[in-house]
């Protein structure tokens, strides 16, 4: 019998206080976007790391949105980020633009591929 992955919104906000859950999830990130030439600083205070990471992200998005889309595309296929992600993000934060929205899915989405990993590397 297989395991489900215990992964819900009560597990996604406890992990964002889990220091090591946080600094993975920066690394993640970092890693991702460096791939495409992209340079996201390591967050100096990992209590702050949402947010220093989602600032970096948000302008880094929207410039993306209008100067390079397909660089966009292939950032969102790099970290698993769909069409429909997106615009059920979009219809969840109406008062988002979408650069803002699709950064906050983009963290999301790299806490929950570390949170994943994680598990598996515990239970195999």
Same mark, same amino acid.
């Given at each position: 019998?297989?395991?489900?992955?215990?992964? @819900?919104? @009560?597990?996604?906000?406890?992990?964002?206080?889990?220091?090591?859950?946080?600094?993975?999830?920066?690394?993640?990130? #970092?890693?991702?976007?460096?791939?495409?030439?992209?340079?996201? /600083?390591?967050?100096?205070?990992?209590?702050?790391?949402?947010?220093?990471?989602?600032?970096?992200?948000?302008?880094?998005?929207?410039?993306?949105?209008?100067? @390079?889309?397909?660089?966009?595309?292939?950032?969102?296929?790099?970290?698993?980020?769909?069409?429909? /992600? #997106? /615009? /059920?993000?979009?219809?969840?934060?109406?008062?988002?633009?979408?650069?803002?929205?699709?950064?906050?899915?983009?963290?999301?989405?790299?806490?929950?591929?570390?949170?994943?990993?994680?598990?598996?590397?515990?239970?195999?």
């Amino acid at each position: 019998m297989s395991k489900l992955i215990p992964i @819900n919104e @009560n597990s996604i906000k406890k992990s964002r206080n889990d220091r090591e859950i946080v600094r993975k999830t920066a690394l993640q990130v #970092i890693r991702d976007f460096n791939r495409f030439g992209i340079e996201i /600083k390591f967050p100096g205070d990992l209590r702050m790391a949402y947010d220093e990471l989602y600032a970096q992200l948000s302008p880094i998005i929207q410039e993306l949105l209008n100067t @390079n889309l397909s660089t966009v595309y292939s950032i969102l296929y790099t970290v698993d980020l769909n069409e429909y /992600k #997106i /615009k /059920k993000g979009v219809a969840e934060m109406p008062d988002l633009e979408l650069h803002e929205v699709i950064s906050h899915l983009l963290l999301d989405r790299e806490l929950r591929k570390v949170l994943t990993r994680d598990f598996f590397s515990r239970n195999m």
